[in-house]
């Protein structure tokens, strides 16, 4: 149940895409499904990311610089031990990190393309 909306300009979300380009994540895009009835979540952040070492160093960063900043931690973190896709769920923003084939496979973009895309 998602508990507050955020926005594109939350600090929350903000936070995230400075962390995936800090750590130079790549075709960084976001997802509003806010308007899809009985969704999980606010956002999707979804970014590419060419090596395991890149993917784990991508969500580190986020981690730390969300706890820093806001002191918030991720209610759920999937993929620790299988690096090719990390997910990091905030309740109203669950972020994906891939690889570029991962991401090519699943699609997740077409998947939820009744939200509103946006590329960073």
Excluded at 42 to 56: D, E, L, R
Excluded at 68 to 75: I, S
Excluded at 94 to 113: A, D, G, N
């Amino acid at each position: 149940m998602k508990s507050t909306q955020i926005t594109r300009s939350s600090k929350l979300f903000k936070t995230a895409i400075n962390a995936i380009e800090n750590k130079k994540g790549e075709n960084i895009v976001s997802l509003d499904l806010k308007n899809i009835p009985d969704c999980f979540t606010n956002f999707f952040i979804i970014c590419s990311a060419t090596s395991n070492v890149q993917i784990k160093a991508i969500a580190d960063e986020i981690k730390i610089l969300i706890s820093t900043e806001l002191k918030e931690k991720p209610y759920c973190y999937h993929g620790k031990n299988n690096e090719n896709w990390i997910i990091l769920d905030y309740v109203t923003l669950v972020i994906h990190i891939m690889h570029p084939e991962q991401r090519s496979f699943y699609k997740l973009e077409e998947l939820w393309r009744d939200s509103n895309l946006k590329k960073h």
